[in-house]
């Protein structure tokens, strides 16, 4: 298979149901998004903390349903799609982290260990992804709202990762001077 097909030398692109759309268009914009915090996770692996790591794995793949699924105008049985399912492991990703935690008591400055800085960085995309998918929704039918609620909890996770990445590494946080 080549890499190369020449589909999209005049600004189209084929979506998973092989309709043609321009590369501008909101679905791209959502998924291709997903796919900059996709490779901005793949960037960070490995931090140095394991369970960092196998969240992270599963979380690369995890973000490639999400691309399948906004995808796909409109998926039948057997199509790729976030579940409930996806949502609850990072709802509990977020928990076992936290317990690790002191608890947050005010705004923190992104940054810190290179993990850490890029964690909160692929945070910062993720946020982006999650604003591009809820304006395909407000635009198209047939958007899962389970795929917009898995990038909000995303979000929410890396910057719980970073802050772990960040302890692990005996980096202090820093709070904004206002």
């Not at 997903?34 to 960070?44: F, I, K, R, S």
């Not at 903390?49 to 995808?71: G, P, R």
């Not at 409109?74 to 996806?86: I, K, L, M, N, R």
């Amino acid at each position: 298979m080549k890499i190369y097909t020449r589909r999209g030398d005049a600004g189209e692109t084929d979506l998973r149901d092989m309709s043609r759309v321009s590369k501008t268009s909101p679905r791209i914009e959502a998924y291709g998004t997903v796919d900059e915090v996709n490779a901005l996770v793949g960037t960070v692996r490995p931090t140095g903390v394991d369970e960092l790591d196998d969240y992270l794995e599963s979380t690369q793949n995890h973000l490639h349903i999400v691309q399948a699924d906004l995808a796909t105008p409109e998926p039948e049985d057997g199509d790729p799609v976030v579940a409930e399912e996806h949502v609850e492991a990072v709802e509990d990703w977020i928990d076992a982290c936290e317990a690790q935690l002191d608890p947050l008591e005010s705004f923190i400055l992104p940054g810190g260990s290179e993990a850490g800085a890029t964690l909160h960085h692929a945070r910062s995309v993720c946020r982006r992804a999650e604003r591009r998918a809820v304006a395909l929704a407000d635009h198209e039918d047939h958007v899962n709202e389970t795929a917009i609620a898995y990038l909000n909890r995303l979000s929410d996770a890396l910057f719980v990762f970073a802050r772990l990445a960040n302890e692990r590494a005996g980096v202090r946080e820093e709070s904004p001077s206002y």
